[in-house]
Nanobody, 123 residues
Framework: QVHLVEGGGGSVQAGESLRLSCSAS????????MGWFRQAPGKEREGVAS???????TYADSLKGRFAISKDNAKNTLYLRMNTLKPEDTAMYYC?????????????????WGQGTQVTVSS
């Protein structure tokens, strides 16, 4: 079992930045894929970025260049740096993990989820 707890969400103005964090209850560095997903009201949950145990990353095409995923293995913590935020980035952001092969942005692959942290961007 992996327990995930997100933090760092909040309300910001368009153009500002935020860094989300996700603390894991166990060492995920050696065999887990970690990902960030988001869900806006009335929309499907969508993949934002993922990072594999070897540090390789995958991003949603529309977010490349603005968002950056990283992890601190010593702290069992995952991060998502979000720059130049836009009102359309407003959503609940979720951290997720799995230990299967591969590390993409298919939400059905992930079997551990946090409770989410809200990000609201106003214009």
């Amino acid at each position: 079992q992996v327990h995930l707890v997100e933090g760092g969400g909040g309300s910001v103005q368009a153009g500002e930045s935020l860094r989300l964090s996700c603390s894991a209850s166990t060492n995920t560095s050696s065999s887990y894929c970690m990902g960030w997903f988001r869900q806006a009201p009335g929309k499907e949950r969508e993949g934002v970025a993922s990072i594999d145990f070897d540090g390789s990353t995958t991003y949603a095409d529309s977010l490349k260049g603005r968002f950056a995923i990283s992890k601190d293995n010593a702290k069992n913590t995952l991060y998502l740096r979000m720059n130049t935020l836009k009102p359309e980035d407003t959503a609940m952001y979720y951290c997720a993990a799995h230990s299967h092969w591969g590390c993409d942005l298919v939400k059905e692959t992930y079997n551990y989820w946090g409770q989410g942290t809200q990000v609201t961007v106003s214009s």
